[in-house]
């Protein structure tokens, strides 16, 4: 059976709704971005996390937009 690969977009997609939630209640941003990839990582699966992350291309880029179309108060 073939697995579709996780994309960074989709990953970072997933982490900013989870680091924006925890912004908006006044965690701090390392807090809030730990906690928000071990939400991805319980929903993905560390291999696919860690694969997504190797494998990306313009990581910080790809997460600061991810993040500013989420909560641009927050970045």
Request: proline fraction near 1%; aromatic fraction near 6%.
């Amino acid at each position: 059976m073939f697995a579709a690969a996780l994309s960074i977009t989709t990953l970072m997609s997933e982490v900013s709704n989870h680091y924006c939630g925890y912004r908006a209640n006044d965690m701090d941003r390392v807090k809030a971005v730990v906690l928000a990839v071990s939400h991805a990582q319980d929903k993905f699966g560390g291999s696919a996390l860690r694969e997504a992350v190797k494998e990306s291309f313009g990581l910080e880029a790809v997460a600061a937009a991810a993040a500013a179309a989420k909560c641009p108060n927050n970045i």
